[in-house]
Each structure stands twice: as structure tokens, then as C-alpha cells.
């Protein structure tokens, strides 16, 4: 990595409506917002970063308070591998933390990885596999203290990405479909058992998205959510 890329800073901005649609729409509890802004600085194997989340109050007005909502990450690429990295996190305002490491190779010519972390606030153990069948198709598995959690399959044809995906803890199925056009990304998903269903709409640096229960097949209120994310380097 050159010089230039070695620290980087990434705004993102959040603004959400709740209830679009809904006798209590006007209320301003409904309209929220916050940023997280994160720094990055790269050494070597080792890659630092601070992240400052500061959430907006329903005035639009920063809490001061919340300045103490910093996260300090530290990220150790095993130099003789370059396949495994170490991985920690410590929130400076609460110190809880997360330690755990990653893991990304081949396998029969196939391209594995995996991730685990162990977080101290509910002293538990997420873990992360996926394996790549080919370019374009690839299965994720989450998991908790060695229990399945979930799983999804990404299947990709042209410019259309197909992801059925199951919560075995909630009993779950849900799907998703995401078509790239040019620069956009479209995205529609529907999780069967909330009869929930979600829109997005991506050209970075901007993020629109839209989700709402079908009651009945009926819609429901709409919450609607614009993000802006983008990387600067120093």
C-alpha cells in the first residue's frame, strides 16, 4: 500500500423516517440520525483504527455525551502467511472488547475462509465460514458457540445475484435479489416469516433504502433511510 492510502478517514452519515404512511408520522420521535466516523492507519501488518459514533438526538441536535461511544481496533496480519489475521476491539467508554482472528485461503482450489471472535459482553463466540463453489456461487455460515445460526447461498448470472438464506434460530427463510446497472445497485428482499420486506438502492456514496411489513399482503408504514459513506486518503 503506498503512502497515500497509508491513513484514511470514512465519514458515514445516517438520517432515518419511521412510520412513512402512519397516523403517528408527524411525530418527531419518528426522525432520527447520527454519524460514525472512522480513522484508519496502516503500519506494516498492522492496521489501527478509531471509530467515533455520535447519534443525533430527535432535535437534530448532537449529543455531547455521546462523544464517548469510541471504538479502538486493532487488525495484525501474520507476516508469514499474509492468510490470517489477528483481530481486537476495545470500546474506550464501556471497556468491553472483542478479540478473534480471520482466516482466507484455498481449499481444493476453492476459496475458503472463516472468522471468529469472542466478545466479552455476552461472553460469546461468533464465528463465520464461507466457501467459494466457483465465481459465482457462495455459501455463508454464521454461527454461536459452535451452534449454526444461519446460512445463505449467493448465486450470481450475468448482473443479477440470487441469495436464499435461512435463520435457524428464529426458523426463518428469506431471499433476496441484487441487480448491478452501470455504477447502482438494486436490491429487494423479503424475509418470509417478519413479512418484511426491504428496497435499496446504492450509488455510492449514497445508500437509499425502504422496508415495510406486508400484514394481509397488505404494506404497512414505511421506514425510509438515506446513508452517505465515503472513503477519504491522506
Known amino acids: ?57 430527535d432535535k437534530l441536535v448532537s449529543d455531547l455525551k455521546s462523544l464517548k461511544e469510541c471504538t479502538l481496533a486493532m487488525d495484525y496480519t501474520v507476516p508469514k502467511s499474509k492468510k490470517v489475521v489477528l483481530t481486537s476491539k476495545l470500546m474506550l467508554d464501556s471497556k468491553l472488547y ?26 460469546k463466540c461468533g464465528s463465520e465460514a464461507f466457501a467459494c463453489l466457483d465465481k459465482n456461487n457462495k455459501t455463508t455460515v454464521n454461527l454461536s458457540n459452535e451452534r449454526v445460526v444461519s446460512a445463505k447461498h449467493a448465486m450470481t448470472s450475468g448482473s443479477l445475484t440470487y441469495e436464499p438464506s435461512y435463520n435457524f434460530v428464529k426458523q426463518a427463510p428469506a431471499f433476496a435479489i441484487t441487480q448491478k446497472q452501470g455504477k447502482a445497485t438494486y436490491k429487494a428482499a423479503y424475509d ?11 450509488q455510492k456514496p449514497y445508500k437509499f433504502t425502504a422496508e415495510s411489513k406486508l400484514v394481509s399482503g397488505k404494506p404497512q408504514p414505511v421506514t425510509l433511510a438515506a446513508i452517505f459513506e465515503q472513503i477519504y486518503e491522506f
Do not use: H
Request: overall charge positive; cysteine-free; glycine content about 12%.
Open 1 to 57: 500500500m503506498g503512502k497515500s492510502s497509508d491513513i484514511t478517514g470514512t465519514p458515514k452519515a445516517t438520517f432515518t423516517l419511521k412510520s412513512v404512511g402512519g397516523e403517528g408520522f408527524a411525530s418527531a420521535q419518528n426522525a432520527s440520525g447520527g454519524s460514525v466516523n472512522t480513522l484508519k492507519i496502516k503500519r506494516g501488518p498492522v492496521l489501527l483504527s478509531l471509530v467515533l459514533a455520535t447519534p443525533v438526538s
Open 98 to 123: 472483542t478479540v478473534g482472528f480471520t482466516y482466507t485461503g484455498t481449499l481444493s482450489n476453492k476459496e475458503v475462509g472463516f472468522k471468529t471472535a469472542y466478545a466479552s459482553k455476552d461472553k
Open 192 to 202: 418470509l416469516k417478519a413479512e418484511k420486506a426491504s428496497l435499496e438502492y446504492v
